[in-house]
């Protein structure tokens, strides 16, 4: 309205000024005699002029006599001679004065146009690079519109989150058929909040929506409502959900909600006039101001979802978290399926097996293990893309890019090939252990040596005690089969026992696995925020003794894990003896290439 208004003085303003230029214009042309200069000394001769104005170029003055009801005239001056000469042979003349309205004008113009240009060629884009933008639009949204299937996306393109895939193509259904699902006086959730680990396809979703629904998709992030000026964050908010209401129906997509609602107060902030929380109430406000019935709907993506203002995840705000984890092995084989339309594979690629290597992955893993199976074909010239590339690709992106140029001495490289040898017998030996895919003294990535790759043989979703001490035995194994072998320890074993130390942790302190500290909890899993973490700011619950007791704890269960390590190594010394030295001439072994890798239980030897 206030823009209206100020339009509406502008066009008054400029019909006055072309009133009184009309006037002024009428009243020159009803009262003053244009006369030719020839004219005006005929006139000056006979004593008409009763008075003149000299000016530069033009005389101006009344007559005695009135000369076609115009008491007034003007007339342009002339050089005296040519006039004196003109008049001798009776040639009527008069005088002229240059045009230079178009030069005057362009003389004011250009130079305005010229700053203007340089401003906003300059000037903007130091601005934009500040974080200031346009003055005229700081307060606007930076909301991408798209409509119907501009986005290039549709639920066809999204694979493995079935369940959450569902729920939004409810959410579709009633954008397109709202009168259905209102019959019964059931209303649409308001807003609806994708919660889920970063590259599980939070955001293809949403723009999976986009392209099915057909109606005007708002897509911003929560970061770009935020800048240094106070008020901005929520002025974007009000300017987002009119421009939504002005194309309803339609769907308004946050990214990265964290940014925009993390939890009041918290961190320390400055209080209640702080950018971001002006920005919050803002929002909160206008979840509260509109009606679900109208066709808006509203979905945010966040991956911390603890840090969200508990006002935010009430009912009646957003309503539904729908959560988009972690594909399990067929939705890792159906995004796999998705992905290989992209290139050109060969004949022969089990993508059961590729999903059975590759637990743990998101979607966006595995697109991107899809490409780097399509560059290690390209580099070998390769027509298709086959299995072959797939196996180095998944080691590419778990051990790191190979580095043939790191070249180990003798010793080195023998005291690398027995720690991995033990690794993969010690994992071969144990039952329920992830059978070994492929063990490789090839040093890879940053400070990795070699690398022992096992293959679950299913998704796990429940690990018990025996599970987890296996599984600290296996990391064990490299360092126990240096100290049978070599009787000292190297600094090769790193990061096994970072890892080792980290289970026997949350075997001890979250999973209550030690009779001796019993079944409590004493380190609760807690997503502090970054400030308290910087700081060492972590809260111990329990006593000094208790600390004791869980430290002793850890230490028994890593010392057991080494000793269980070291007595499957000495019953098999002779495959560790005999696998190492294969290793060493070979570089890399798999099962099929020694026998012993291969799982003694059943099970695991089905799996193979």
Known sequence: MEK????????????????????????NWRSVEQVPYSEFEKLLAQGQIEEVTVRETTLQGKLRTPIGGRNYFITQRVDPDIAKELADKGIKFTGGTEQTFLRDLLSWVVPVLFFFGLWMLVFRKMAEKQGLGGLMSVGKSKAKVYVEKETGVTFDDVAGVDEAKAELEEIVDFLKNPEQYGRLGARIPKGILLVGPPGT?????ARAVAGQAGVAFFSISGSEFVEMFVGVGAARVRDLFEQARQAKPCIIFIDELDALGRARGAGGGLGGHDEKEQTLNQLLSELDGFDPREGIVLLAATNRPEILDPALLRAGRFDRQVVVDRPDKEGRVAILKVHMKKIKAGAGIELEQVAAITPGFTGADIENLVNEAALFATRRDGEHVIMEDFTKA????????????RVLNPQERKTVAYHEMGHALVASALPGADPVHKVSIIPRGIGALGYTLQRPTEDRFLISTGDLKNKMAVLMGGRAAEKLIFNEISTGAADDLDKVTEIARQMVTRFGMTEALGQSVYEPQRQTFLG???????TKEYSEETAREIDLAIRALVD???????????????????????????ETLTPEEFAPLIPADSKAGAGQ
């Open 201 to 205: 396809g939070k955001t293809l979703l």
């Open 394 to 405: 998944v080691e590419r992106l778990i051990a790191g890019i190979e580095k043939r140029s």
């Open 4 to 27: 209206k208004n100020q339009l509406n003085f502008w066009y008054l303003a400029i019909t006055i000024g072309f009133v009184f230029l009309f006037q002024s214009l009428w009243v």
């Open 532 to 538: 308290e973490a910087a700081l060492g700011m972590k």
């Open 560 to 586: 057991e894990a080494f000793t269980r390590a070291t007595a499957v190594l000495k019953k098999r010394r002779r495959d560790l003896d005999k696998g190492s030295k294969l290793l060493l001439e070979r």
